[in-house]
């Protein structure tokens, strides 16, 4: 199969047409009976075994094999009454999963079709979350009498990360409404059942058991399962000892604006340094990828983001990122409103702004940002798709700036030795600016911003810890303690 081309009308890779297959001939078979037996290694012809083949899109999956779908692992399964998931892995995945079934859906509501877990379920095995002799792992913290294993999907990054934050998002947890009274009482545990992780608490609703946190995984590993533990339920006498502060999920960052408390005069920046994050209109909180967005609707609706000067000014490397929505009706909305600000800084991150160009596949838009370096200006253009959630990322390590579409590297251009804008004084906003433009109907979700350039692999894992409805991020059912 040829390599997966970028498809900018849905922001995704999509693949080429594969080749006609040729039909075998009784040289090709000969050649291919040698060489499994191993008798002929230098003979023309031999070649290894093919590479697993890898997917990022359920598309990919389609063709030879039925409707298949691309799992969080990145390999293709397809269906399989024989499997308790009712999927299979397809013949051309890694050794391991080669053929073997899907784990079992854990579903969550938010998720409409549920949340696969990566792995393989081989023998009624209960994955990878169990000691290799079959035994539960052992408890951290007997004053604490819940748990559940959170498990990563193999496949949200191709290189391990290091200090990499996680979303786990439980929108309706009956476990969590019945038996966690404060988010207080919440422990993330590393594998090791010692190591605790620093966590931030984006949302929670006892009444429905609603979760949304980020934690902070010391090391994400490539190429496996990741796991650690959500341990809750606690017994002992008084408070329980603190975890680390929020900030520390966050120490790569100057600003990161979850946006869930949108429609607060002061919202909430999550990163340390002390910026702050002004909402004027006031915004809409709105449903997003995460807990929840804001909206904007209207010339007023605009947030402020002080501080911005110390990441941007004569920057060498910074990383911006953030999810958006252009909610509006049809693509002629889009060029009547005269392309819509989103989000402008006016010394370097020059009028933001969404734009629909003639000629373009139905419902894509270009989103438009004016970076001015010390050497040139440079028009970076990223395709996002009109009323769907597009993960946009824009990243500079000093030569190289990259710009991201729901991962998919969509603009790249060599930078040697510039820097941007030394004269970086004002605020950076979302939404329309007091030096004008047309306002911008749609929202904004997990903004981030700060010094240094992120990989590509780190921004695919970004969008990846979000991205529903399949997300990557999933916990197994109530585990409790045993008896003391």
């Known amino acids: 199969m040829k390599a997966a081309l970028y498809d900018p009308a849905l922001g995704e890779p999509r693949p080429s047409e594969p080749s006609a297959g040729r039909k075998p001939t009784r040289r090709r078979a000969v050649v291919a009976l040698l ?48 499997c308790p998931s009712g999927r299979r892995y397809g013949a051309h995945g890694p050794a391991d999963l080669s053929s073997a079934c899907t784990t079992p859906l854990v579903v969550d509501a938010s998720f409409g079709d549920g949340a696969r877990l990566d ?60 038996h966690l009274a404060t988010p207080a009482g919440l422990r993330f545990v590393g594998p090791d059942q010692r190591t605790v992780y620093a966590h931030e608490v984006e949302r929670w609703v006892k009444e429905q058991g609603t979760l949304f946190a980020w934690v902070k995984v010391p090391r994400l590993e490539a190429g496996v399962m990741n796991t650690f533990y959500l341990y809750f339920g606690y017994t002992g006498s008084g408070p329980p000892p ?17 946006l869930s408390d949108a429609a607060a005069s002061v919202l909430t920046n999550s990163a340390p340094g002390g910026y702050t994050a002004l909402g004027r209109g006031p915004l809409t909180e709105l449903p997003g990828p995460a807990a929840s967005a804001a909206g904007f609707d209207a010339a007023a609706d605009t947030v402020e983001l002080t501080g911005v000067q110390s990441v941007l000014a004569s920057a060498t490397s910074f990383t911006l990122s953030f999810w958006l929505y252009a909610d509006y009706p049809s693509d ?46 440079e028009f970076v253009q990223l395709p996002v798709e009109r009323q769907r959630w597009t993960h946009l990322a824009l990243t500079f390590d000093g030569t190289n700036l990259y710009g991201y579409a729901n991962a998919v590297a969509a603009y790249s251009a060599s930078l040697p030795g510039a820097r941007l804008s030394a004269g970086v004084t004002g605020l950076l906003t979302l939404g329309m600016t007091a030096t004008g433009g047309a306002s911008f109907n749609g929202r904004i979700d997990e903004l981030r911003l700060g010094p240094g350039a992120k990989s590509a692999q780190w921004i695919a ?11 990557a991020v999933t916990v197994s059912p109530l585990e409790e303690r045993p008896p003391l």
């Open 119 to 178: 792995g393989a379920v081989r023998d009624g095995s209960a994955g990878e979350h169990a000691a290799q002799d079959g035994a539960p792992a052992p408890w951290w913290d007997k004053t604490y009498r819940y748990r559940k294993t959170v498990y990563v999907a193999r496949g949200v990054s191709k290189s391990t990360l290091m200090d990499f934050p996680v979303l786990v998002a439980l929108p309706a947890d009956p476990d969590l409404k019945a």
């Open 242 to 258: 603190g975890p680390p502060p929020p900030p520390e999920v966050w120490p790569d960052y100057r600003a990161v604006l979850h």
């Open 35 to 82: 060489c499994a037996l191993g008798g002929a290694a230098s003979l023309q012809g031999c070649t290894r075994a093919p590479s697993p083949f890898t997917c990022s899109a359920t598309r990919q999956c389609e063709g030879s094999g039925g409707t298949g779908t691309c799992e969080p692992t990145g390999y293709c399964s397809f269906p399989d009454p024989g």
């Open 332 to 377: 002629e909305a889009v060029r009547t409103a005269g392309e819509p600000l989103v989000l402008e800084q006016w010394e370097s991150l020059r009028a933001g702004r969404l734009i629909r160009r003639t000629g373009d596949s139905p419902g894509l838009l270009i989103f438009q940002v004016d970076l001015r370096t010390s050497t040139r200006t």
């Open 461 to 471: 894992a970004e969008r990846a810890v979000v991205a529903s409805p399949q997300p």
